[in-house]
């Protein structure tokens, strides 16, 4: 059974940074496109970033040159440098399979950002 870990959320003031690690296990990692998703409160999850399995790379407009998504295909993990915040990143986030390569796993319990103004 694939287990998804999330770690590094935390409280950052607004232009602050931010890194956040997803330990995956349980399946072969380096074959699986990953993302990173985000769920506000009273909203939907959305895809935020996405890594292919050869290390291609897309981003959510609203992230786009704030945001870089990365892999370890040695550690089985992948990585969300997150840069310049704003209060509008503030959500619970979470790492899975990119949607667009296929269904997701079992969701972890993901990890919590809280960007203040």
């Known amino acids: 059974q694939v287990q998804l870990v999330e770690s590094g959320g935390g409280l950052v003031q607004a232009g602050g940074s931010l890194r956040l690690s997803c330990a995956v296990s349980?399946?072969?990692?380096?074959?699986?496109?990953m993302g990173w998703y985000r769920q506000a409160p009273g909203k939907q999850r959305e895809l935020v970033a996405g890594i292919t399995s050869g290390g291609s790379t897309n981003y959510a407009d609203s992230v786009k040159g704030r945001f870089t998504i990365s892999r370890d295909n040695a550690r089985n993990m992948v990585y969300l440098q997150m840069n310049s915040l704003k209060p509008e990143d503030t959500a619970v986030y979470y790492c899975n399979r990119d949607k667009k390569y296929g269904l997701p796993f079992i969701w972890g319990q993901g990890t919590q950002v809280t960007v203040s103004s």
């Open positions: 349980g399946t072969i990692f380096s074959r699986n496109a």
